[in-house]
């Protein structure tokens, strides 16, 4: 049985996570140390039963994220997940989030005035990459003339070699980005501002002040993880749509369907593919026993494709409603960015389907995706209209 994603895998990983869901469901990989979870129910409770699935790896985690986000919220368990949290949830409720609706749609304007008359782009490079960046970059007071090392830096961090182990390019992005952030909180500590690192310098938790490595971790996180993640929704979106044309058609007709699509598209093409959990004590997933102490990946992407929570579960349908789609997690750690990401997926949608009539995949297109098993998304997307 093979888990180790090859280039085939890589590329479509769906017919795999469907023979696994068939006869490997709970499934031990030994050369790795770590369980791999397939199906829905099970991907489900791994995600959200943090007394038995631990969301603390370690210093230098399992999952190649290495130390920046070993403090962060998104690996750290109750009680200290709850008041991390409880930090910088009002910065992301729905309400705070639509507030950015007027400048999200001016900076998505912007973007397509640069490439709108030319009538083919690379819709990655030049609106789902910039987009989200500038978003999140004005929300932390991050200087515009620094937004480009984010994209190396994302990069490598979610790129990962197949065993998941850290490499060279790793680490030294780590390094940088460190560095890079240490020197911004400094900056932050002598003058703040309006922004979402000042709020976090000035923030207590029963009358202590964030420890340095809390405070890295959450720039680490806001600023890579919701980033890449973004940028994948609106590329898959995109590309859902071009291999279903009357869809577009459908969308035109009835925009207001374009929440439902995104959805659909976050289900069957979800952005982030897999997480990680660590067990605290045995456990049994499925039929299989895993003692504590066990590496688990839980494949989000499989679970969003069991036809046992699913109908026609390999089918892009925007019609599918109640749509409980695991792509932004399950229970304490869904996804704080999650109304967000949906806001400017929505948008996007919006201004490329008024904008860009006809829009199409450039005849011949090669697609090739990102190299990582975590993150689904395309390197690049040609398309003309
Ligand atoms: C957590 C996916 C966008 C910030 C998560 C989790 C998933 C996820 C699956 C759960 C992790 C777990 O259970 O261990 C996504 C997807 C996105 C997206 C698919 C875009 C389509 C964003 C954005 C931000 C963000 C835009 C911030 C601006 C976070 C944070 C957590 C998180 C802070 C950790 C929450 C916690 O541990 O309590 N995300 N995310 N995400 N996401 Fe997102």
Redesign the pocket.
Known sequence: MDVNHSAEHQLDPFPHYERMRETAPVYFDEQSGSWHVFRYDDVQRA??EYATFS?HMGGDDASGTGQLFSS?????DPPR?RQ??SL?TQA?TPKAVDALSPRIAGLTDELLEGFAVRGSADLIKELAYPL?VI??SE?MGIPPQDRERFKRWSDVIVSQTRTGAANEDHTAANVEMTEYFLALIDQRRSRPGQDLISTLLAAEIDGQKLTVPELLG?CA??LV???E??T??IGNAVLCLAENPGTIDRLLREPALIPQAIEEV?RFR???QS???LTVAETTLGDEVIPAGAPIV?W?GSANRDERQFQRPAEFDVDRGHNRH?????????????P???L??RIVLEALLSRLPGLSLEPGAHLERMDSTIVYGVKALPVSW
Not at 72 to 76: D, F, G, K, R, V
Not at 332 to 338: D, E, N, P, S, T
């Open positions: 995600l959200s969301s962060s919220l998104i690996a750290t997940h991390l949290r910088v992301f989200p978003v999140i929300l959450f996180l806001l993880a919701g980033n993640t973004t994948n929704l976050l979800s952005p982030v997480m990680y959990r839980a989000i695991l792509a932004f997690g399950h229970g304490i750690h869904f996804c704080l960015g999650a967000l990401a949906r400017e997926a």
